[in-house]
């Protein structure tokens, strides 16, 4: 191997460069090396749409790239103030939120003494999370002794542990707080302190 100098590596660089310029241009296959043979960008054709990454609390801008109604890329939008069009290897496999075949489109339930999953409706889902924090709440209030030294109930409440979402602004933190504080949980923190 002959060694690496300034000059030769330089050259090398030039001669790698052109050879990607001509290739670019003809458009030759990977493969084969023949222009005839050469594969579409899978992206071609595409239509763009913009979002967030909802991943975390950096907020990276993307470019979802949409084809037959199905998500074929998702890219860093190079014109978003944070990320500048890079992302890191969550947000580039995005796609698969959509995609997956492991991907859970309905909620599932698992009754008590099964070991399996049953798909229930979303009607279904909410009532029951409701149900249970209130049946929660109810029995983990807070007890504390009055002036009198009476047991008194306080609103508070030490079974629930709420999660909040990088997804949420200042203005949804707000009222996620506030929400949190009228049913008592006073265990909450926010997916960014992660
Ligand atoms: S791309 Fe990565 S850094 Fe950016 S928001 Fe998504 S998870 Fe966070």
């Known amino acids: 191997m002959p060694e690496l100098t300034r000059r030769n590596f330089m050259k090398f660089t030039a001669a790698s460069v052109a050879a990607a310029a001509v290739a670019?241009?003809?458009?030759?296959?990977?493969?084969?090396?023949?222009?005839?043979?050469?594969?579409?960008?899978m992206t071609a054709g595409a239509t763009s749409a913009y979002g967030l990454c909802h991943f975390c609390s950096v907020g990276c801008g993307i470019e979802v790239?949409?084809?037959?109604?199905?998500?074929?890329?998702?890219?860093?939008?190079?014109?978003?103030?944070?990320?500048?069009?890079t992302l890191c290897p969550k947000g580039r496999s995005m796609k698969e939120l959509a995609n997956s075949d492991l991907r859970l489109t309905h909620p599932l339930v698992r009754k008590p003494g099964s070991d399996e999953w049953e798909p229930i409706?979303?009607?279904?889902?909410?009532?029951?999370?409701?149900n249970k924090v209130k049946e929660v709440r109810e029995e983990t209030f807070s007890k504390t002794k009055n002036i009198d030294g009476d047991e008194v109930t306080v609103n508070r409440m030490d079974g629930i542990f709420s999660l909040g979402s990088a997804e949420i602004d200042n203005e949804e933190a707000y009222l996620y707080t506030k929400f949190n504080r009228a049913l008592g949980i006073h265990n909450y923190t926010h997916q960014a302190e992660i």
Not at 72 to 78: A, D, K, M, N, R
Not at 121 to 130: H, L, P, V
């Open 65 to 85: 790239k949409i084809k037959d109604n199905k998500v074929v890329s998702t890219e860093g939008f190079p014109d978003h103030p944070i990320n500048e069009g």
């Open 121 to 130: 409706s979303w009607e279904n889902a909410m009532d029951k999370i409701a």
């Open 24 to 41: 670019d241009k003809q458009h030759v296959s990977a493969d084969t090396g023949d222009a005839d043979k050469a594969f579409p960008l």
